[in-house]
């Protein structure tokens, strides 16, 4: 199976920056779409963006718009969440997920179309 890694979590003040990193093993991501998922104390799993395989489609949750940005090498065994202006409601364990799809070019942020899932890594915006 492919195993995957998140790193890059922490502690933040509200208006900073966070770049998460997801690392597969022992296969590389060139033909999995890449999602990145979030689960705040309380509340359910989110769908925060998702990635094609080849990098051309991106999707993001309306509350992440604009802050938040997801990339990958089409190549490789990488993917990243670049996480701008903090807000305390970003608070929570970001999860890695994965899904093989040869050369389909599409994605969705729902739990049910990825497969492999990293253990997460915690952010905490807090003063």
């Known amino acids: 199976q492919l195993q995957l890694v998140e790193s890059g979590g922490g502690l933040v003040q509200p208006g900073g920056s966070l770049r998460l990193s997801c690392t597969s093993a022992?296969?590389?991501?060139?033909?999995?779409?890449i999602a990145w998922f979030r689960q705040a104390p309380g509340k359910e799993r989110e769908g925060v963006s998702s990635?094609?395989?080849?990098?051309?489609?991106?999707d993001y949750a309306d509350s992440v718009k604009g802050r938040f940005t997801i990339s990958r090498n089409t190549t490789g065994n990488t993917a990243y969440l670049q996480m701008n202006s903090l807000k305390p409601e970003d608070r929570a364990v970001y999860y890695c997920?994965?899904?093989?799809?040869?050369?389909?070019?599409?994605?969705?942020?729902?739990?049910?179309?990825?497969?492999?899932w990293g253990r997460g890594t915690q952010v905490t915006v807090s003063s």
């Open positions: 997920a994965s899904q093989w799809v040869g050369y389909r070019d599409s994605v969705r942020r729902l739990e049910d179309d990825y497969e492999y």
């Open positions: 022992p296969f590389t991501l060139d033909y999995y779409a």
């Open positions: 990635i094609s395989s080849r990098g051309g489609t991106t």
